[in-house]
């Protein structure tokens, strides 16, 4: 598995509305990009610093992986994500090593991403994300 670089950190928070003003006013990033991943029930705003991205997540369902991690832990970083050429491979690799996966297989995320997870059981206690452009 090849990484590139750091795709992003997520973090959870319960309204992107009231940490824009953090983000944006005190940090000065500007958000570029807010979508909706109806799928994976959540909203997603990002800011550029660098190569890097900050994901914020806010729930769009009570049911939603976010709601229960906010609901469990708190806002807070909730993920690290790798650039990586193909996460089909890179999940077949990392299952060979060991790692437990949460996807098996990739699937589409925000910004037309390949996304994939891996289980924090496996990764020391971080939940980590596999990510590609497919249109790179």
């Known amino acids: 598995m090849n990484i590139s670089h750091i795709e992003h950190l997520g973090i959870a928070?319960?309204?992107?509305?009231?940490?824009?003003?953090?983000y944006e006013g005190v940090l000065g990033l500007k958000c570029y990009n807010?979508?909706?991943v109806e799928d994976q029930k959540v909203k997603t705003a990002f800011f550029?610093?660098?190569?890097?991205?900050?994901?914020l997540l806010e729930p769009t369902s009570p049911e939603s992986t976010i709601a229960k991690f906010i609901?469990?832990?708190?806002?807070?970083?909730?993920h690290i994500a790798f650039s990586v050429?193909?996460?089909a491979n890179a999940l077949a690799e990392m299952e060979a090593k060991g790692v437990q996966l949460?996807?098996?297989?990739p699937r589409g995320g925000a910004e037309g991403l390949n996304i994939a997870f891996l289980h924090p059981?496996?990764?020391?206690?971080?939940?980590?994300?596999?990510?590609e452009n497919?249109?790179?």
């Open 13 to 22: 928070v319960k309204s992107i509305e009231e940490q824009l003003p953090y």
């Open 48 to 55: 550029k610093v660098g190569q890097t991205k900050i994901e």
């Open 102 to 105: 949460i996807d098996k297989a």
């Open 71 to 78: 609901e469990k832990k708190g806002e807070g970083i909730h």
């Open 121 to 131: 059981k496996s990764t020391g206690s971080v939940l980590t994300e596999l990510c």
């Open 134 to 136: 497919p249109n790179k």
């Open 34 to 36: 807010i979508e909706v």
């Open 85 to 87: 050429d193909g996460v």
